[in-house]
């Protein structure tokens, strides 16, 4: 470590399906935050540690910022609200392929009430035309000012380097919060059940996705030295539970098989995975259930 270590704490903001997440684990080089083509992926600030021997990076990954339909809408919106407080720098991030829209002005007007700097970055510049990113920067730099725009490809890592160089200058001197191996500050056991409730979004249909929780029950080496991980996916309906199952147990043995694949990736050992569906009717409306699943704002 050198004697001018740089340390600080960096919010990605964000419409949901921004590629926030995607961002998050190309820069920390491992998948600790999920990723998934519908909307509203993440729940919980996700915090994605990056460190080199001049700086540590604390990135947050907030719950993408829309109007709430239930009380875990509420909750998300909250927690995303309450982290532009809590920082050092702000990452509002776009969606390059679709523009300006109505939920930017809402995250704008958030903005003009804080004073960290802020950064503009229009990402999946993979996905438009150069004369398409061109309008983008002078439709935004209208909106508010930003004290740099940068666009960039998550996906594709174009220009994420030149961010974290922008960032790392404007960094304040400060201590190393987390040990160098770590990478996030999320217990095993949340990201485990991150992992599975990624593959529940890539497999099933509109109707499930924001209607399931994944609830770690167990883990603990069995007799044959591997991990044995027992989890629980809670659902609203019971049509739905019979989807997540499938014909024959198909769908639940698909997600769990890819599952464990990330699971064993993530921990180096081999994993026996155990999966139920259990029915807990309007649990996002439940402040006790939504407790017991981990959504507790007085964390935040």
Same mark, same amino acid.
């Given at each position: 470590m050198?004697n001018?270590?740089?340390?600080?704490?960096?919010a990605?903001i964000?419409?949901?399906?921004v590629?926030?997440?995607?961002?998050?684990?190309?820069?920390?080089?491992?998948? /600790?935050a999920i990723?998934? #083509? &519908?909307? @509203?992926?993440?729940?919980n600030k996700?915090?994605g540690v990056?460190t080199?021997?001049? =700086?540590q990076?604390?990135?947050i990954?907030?719950p993408?910022i829309h109007?709430?339909k239930?009380?875990?809408g509420d909750?998300m919106?909250q927690?995303?609200?309450?982290t532009?407080?809590?920082?050092?720098?702000?990452?509002?991030?776009i969606n390059a392929?679709e523009g300006y829209g109505?939920g930017?002005q809402?995250i704008?007007?958030?903005?003009q009430?804080?004073k960290?700097?802020?950064?503009? /970055?229009i990402?999946?510049? #993979? &996905?438009i @035309?150069p004369e398409?990113?061109?309008q983008l920067?002078?439709?935004y730099?209208d909106? =508010?000012?930003f004290?740099?725009i940068?666009?960039?490809?998550a996906?594709e890592?174009n220009?994420v380097?030149?961010l974290?160089?922008?960032?790392?200058?404007?960094l304040p001197?400060?201590p190393?919060y987390?040990?160098?191996d770590?990478?996030t500050?999320h217990?095993?056991?949340?990201?485990?059940s991150?992992?599975?409730r990624?593959?529940?979004?890539?497999?099933?249909?509109?109707?499930?996705p924001?209607?399931?929780?994944v609830?770690?029950?167990?883990?603990?080496?069995?007799?044959n030295d591997k991990l044995l991980v027992q989890?629980?996916?809670?659902?609203?309906?019971?049509?739905?539970?019979g989807?997540l199952?499938?014909k024959q147990g198909g769908?639940?043995?698909?997600?769990?098989?890819?599952s464990r694949?990330?699971i064993?990736?993530?921990?180096?050992?081999?994993?026996?995975?155990?999966?139920?569906?259990k029915?807990k009717?309007?649990?996002?409306?439940?402040?006790n259930?939504?407790?017991?699943y981990?959504?507790?704002?007085?964390?935040y």
């Amino acid at each position: 470590m050198t004697n001018n270590f740089k340390s600080g704490f960096i919010a990605i903001i964000g419409r949901p399906n921004v590629g926030k997440s995607t961002f998050m684990n190309r820069v920390i080089g491992q998948k /600790i935050a999920i990723m998934s #083509d &519908k909307a @509203q992926t993440t729940r919980n600030k996700i915090q994605g540690v990056l460190t080199t021997k001049e =700086y540590q990076m604390i990135f947050i990954d907030t719950p993408g910022i829309h109007k709430p339909k239930h009380r875990l809408g509420d909750f998300m919106v909250q927690v995303a609200e309450n982290t532009l407080n809590e920082v050092d720098h702000i990452l509002f991030m776009i969606n390059a392929d679709e523009g300006y829209g109505r939920g930017d002005q809402y995250i704008i007007d958030l903005l003009q009430k804080i004073k960290q700097p802020v950064y503009l /970055i229009i990402n999946k510049i #993979d &996905k438009i @035309q150069p004369e398409k990113l061109m309008q983008l920067i002078n439709q935004y730099k209208d909106f =508010y000012e930003f004290e740099e725009i940068i666009p960039i490809s998550a996906l594709e890592g174009n220009n994420v380097d030149h961010l974290l160089e922008v960032l790392a200058k404007q960094l304040p001197e400060g201590p190393q919060y987390y040990p160098e191996d770590q990478i996030t500050d999320h217990p095993e056991r949340f990201v485990i059940s991150e992992l599975i409730r990624e593959k529940v979004l890539h497999h099933t249909k509109e109707e499930i996705p924001h209607s399931i929780a994944v609830v770690i029950e167990n883990i603990e080496k069995n007799e044959n030295d591997k991990l044995l991980v027992q989890a629980t996916i809670v659902t609203e309906r019971s049509s739905q539970k019979g989807i997540l199952i499938g014909k024959q147990g198909g769908m639940l043995k698909k997600i769990g098989q890819q599952s464990r694949r990330d699971i064993e990736a993530l921990l180096g050992s081999k994993v026996y995975l155990e999966l139920w569906v259990k029915v807990k009717k309007d649990w996002r409306n439940k402040q006790n259930q939504l407790h017991e699943y981990g959504f507790r704002l007085d964390e935040y």
